[in-house]
């Protein structure tokens, strides 16, 4: 069993830590994992995307022309990644900041407001947790119990008040997914 | 020991810290940047020696002076910065002393970009800097072996009194990947050619001048024996489903690993490919490939660069079997479906490809 994704957006988004956050998880549950950022000489702004692979078995390579699912952040990733993801994959898109529909219609399309759905959380900091937990939904690769109880490992002692939200953040997202009918082409 | 989630470029830089690297060296410069970040906060935590020179030049030379001292000590850079350190690698070499430097490959040449390479193969293994040295050359694939490999380097640094490269590039430093780290071993006592203060002791002397031709020349013959004792015992290779393979391909490193998902893939097609991955690139794993070429139909070099390594196959193989070459140059890692395309059309020109259907019988 393999699972690959990309998480794209601005750098700020929290796109890295997303997919840091899925790749700890996978090693708390005894998985292979490997977690490829993209990277430039930008210190802050740009865009930022990685690449996580999760496996049961050895992982060769860290890259994936075609990812089976993609998570993007904003209208320029949407344009890198919706013609790449496999037939019949996973795009999750955040709407708020994305105007445009999805053009395939052989994907398993859910756009959530994550942006504006994280402020009524009570933070634009949310955002990519509101996204991950849609991702839950619909690849169970690990519980939403798991991912907290990983985040809750991970994070920084300043920052574990933030628990809670954070948790009702991935629980909110993986509530609006599981509200979008699966796709028929991907049923 | 746990299993942690580490970057590469993370995981070395603690690796040579556990292995007792007492004096660290280097200047910033991407894809290795974070090494360098973590040794300025590790190194002045434990008492050690951390120095952010003023230029390459000058981090190799500072190497050169700790390793004269007898202490555990590395650089570390990204292709443009260790070309700057050549002149000091031979003179290092010339003075046999022992250290460890990490090169995390970028594209190039020139600043060329900061995206993943292997263009620095034929600089670091074969030479760089002038004169008749070697330097052991390690090719890690994985956040684990930047980790095992980087306290092997520091270990047969000091063994042979020789540089010893750990060769990665941008995507193992820059990715994470579950990798154990080995305990803090204590710091190594000092050799007794150090430069450690002359005091009730005759004076030693590390330095790589010998104006007299004849002294020279047997220096010279006194390096090519510790060479020639190095590639007899401290050759490093893998060998992955090269069991009945038809063909087979030699990569190292990132390519190596890319490979290995290609090799999967053409292997549920019925073709028999396997992979040799040299891990020491010197001394290289010559009988194991000359061996692997006496019973394959053809060989493929998958490199990321424009043919580098493929040189040395083509020596080591002396036309016994086709060797073909694939490679990305530009910092572009190779995707695994290349690598599959490459493997089928090599497959194919040596009739070793994927068993035709058989030809379904017709009712009349």
């Not at chain 2, 060296?25 to 894809?31: D, K, L, M, Q, S």
């Not at chain 2, 040794?39 to 003023?54: H, K, S, W």
């Not at chain 2, 260790?82 to 600043?111: F, I, N």
């Not at chain 2, 490919?273 to 053809?298: F, K, M, N």
Request: proline residues 6%; hydrophobic residues 45%; glycine residues 8%.
């Amino acid at each position: 069993m393999t699972t690959d994704l990309v998480i794209a957006g601005f750098g700020g988004q929290g796109v890295l830590f997303a997919g840091q956050l899925l790749a700890h998880a996978a090693l708390e549950a005894d998985l292979h994992t490997t977690w490829y950022p993209s990277y430039g000489p930008e210190m802050r702004g740009g865009t930022a995307n990685c690449t996580v692979v999760i496996s049961d078995q050895p992982i060769g390579s860290p890259v994936v022309a075609r990812p089976e699912a993609a998570i993007v952040l904003n209208l320029p990733s949407l344009d890198r990644y919706e013609p790449l993801v496999r037939p019949g994959g996973l795009l999750i898109v955040n709407a708020s900041l994305i105007d445009r529909d999805v053009r395939r219609t052989d994907l398993d399309v859910i756009a959530i407001p994550a942006d504006d759905v994280a402020a009524e959380l009570g933070s634009p900091r949310l955002t990519n947790m509101v996204l991950l937990g849609a991702l839950l939904a619909r690849r169970p690769v690990f519980t939403l119990d798991h991912v907290a109880k990983t985040l809750e490992a991970v994070l920084p002692e300043r920052h574990r008040h933030l628990l809670p939200a954070n948790r009702a953040a991935l629980e909110r997202g993986a509530e609006l997914a599981d509200a979008v009918e699966v796709a028929a082409a991907t049923g | 020991m746990s299993i942690e989630l580490l970057k590469g470029n993370v995981a070395f830089a603690e690796a040579a810290v556990r292995a007792g690297c007492e004096a660290y060296f280097g200047y910033p410069i991407t894809p290795q940047t974070e090494a360098l970040e973590h040794m300025a906060r590790r190194m002045p935590e434990l008492g050690r020696v951390f120095v952010q020179a003023e230029s390459e030049v000058a981090a190799i030379n500072m190497v050169y002076g700790a390793a004269a001292a007898g202490v555990r000590t590395m650089t570390s850079s990204s292709s443009p910065g260790v070309s700057l350190m050549m002149e000091g690698l031979s003179y290092m070499a010339g003075s046999e002393v022992p250290a460890v430097l990490v090169d995390v490959m970028r594209g190039g040449p020139g600043l060329g970009n900061i995206a993943p390479a292997q263009g620095d193969y034929l600089q670091i293994v074969k030479g760089g800097g002038h004169g008749d040295y070697k330097m052991i050359v390690l090719a890690p694939a994985n956040v684990q072996e930047m980790i095992d490999l980087t306290v092997l380097a520091f270990d047969l640094a000091d063994r042979y009194r020789i540089v010893t490269v750990l060769l990665a590039d941008g995507s193992l430093g820059q990715m994470m990947e579950g990798a154990t780290l080995p305990p803090l071993r204590p710091l190594t006592e000092r050799p007794a050619w150090a430069l450690t203060g002359a005091r009730e002791r005759d004076t030693n002397l590390v330095s790589s001048i010998h104006l007299d031709p004849e002294e020279l020349a047997r220096f010279n013959d006194h390096l090519q024996a510790k060479y020639a004792e190095i590639e007899a015992n401290e050759v490093r290779f893998e060998e992955h489903r090269l069991d009945d393979a038809r063909v087979g391909v030699v990569a190292f490193g990132t390519a190596a690993r890319v490979a290995k998902t290609a090799i999967a893939a053409v292997r549920d097609e019925g073709v028999a490919a396997g992979l040799l991955r040299p891990i020491s690139l010197w001394p290289y794993p010559e009988a194991a490939l000359r061996a692997l070429a006496e019973r394959v139909d053809a060989l493929l070099v998958v490199e990321m660069n424009a043919g580098q390594m493929v040189e040395d196959v083509r020596r080591v193989v002396e036309g016994r079997v086709p060797v073909r070459f694939f490679g990305r140059t530009g910092g572009i890692m190779p995707m695994p479906e290349e690598i599959a395309d490459a493997i089928r059309e090599v497959a194919d020109a040596a009739g070793a490809g994927a068993p035709e259907a058989q030809p379904q019988e017709v009712n009349a």
